[in-house]
C-alpha cells in the first residue's frame, strides 16, 4: 500500500524536481560560459514541459489500462440514450 501512494505521489516531485536540476544545469553553463541567464530560463522551461508531458502520458496510459479492465468496458449493451431519444 505504501508503494502503490508512493508511486502516485512521484508526479509532484518530478513536476518540482526537473525544473530545478535543469535551471541548476543552466546555471553551470551560464557561470562557464559567462552569459546572461538565457540558459537558466531556456533549460527550466523544458524541465517544465518535459515533466508535464511525461505526467500527462503516464496519467493516459494508466488510465487507458484501468478502463481496459473496469467492468462497464466489457457491457455491450445499449444504455437508454443510445436506444431512445430524449422526449
Known amino acids: 500500500m ?4 508512493a508511486h502516485r505521489s512521484s508526479a509532484s516531485f518530478e513536476l518540482a524536481f526537473a525544473p530545478v536540476l535543469m535551471a541548476l ?3 553551470w553553463i551560464d ?3 559567462g552569459t546572461t541567464p538565457w540558459f ?3 533549460l527550466a522551461a523544458l ?8 505526467v500527462i ?8 489500462a484501468h478502463d481496459a479492465t473496469a467492468p462497464w468496458s466489457a457491457d455491450d449493451t445499449p444504455t437508454r440514450l443510445d436506444s431512445e431519444p430524449i422526449a
Not at 505504501?2 to 501512494?5: E, F, G, N, S
Not at 524541465?47 to 511525461?54: D, E, M, Y
Not at 502520458?57 to 487507458?64: F, G, P, T
Open 57 to 64: 502520458y503516464q496519467y493516459r496510459h494508466l488510465m487507458a
Open 47 to 54: 524541465g517544465v514541459a518535459g515533466a508535464s508531458v511525461k
Open 40 to 42: 537558466i530560463v531556456i
Open 31 to 33: 557561470r562557464t560560459l
Open 2 to 5: 505504501l508503494a502503490r501512494a
Open 25 to 27: 544545469i543552466g546555471l
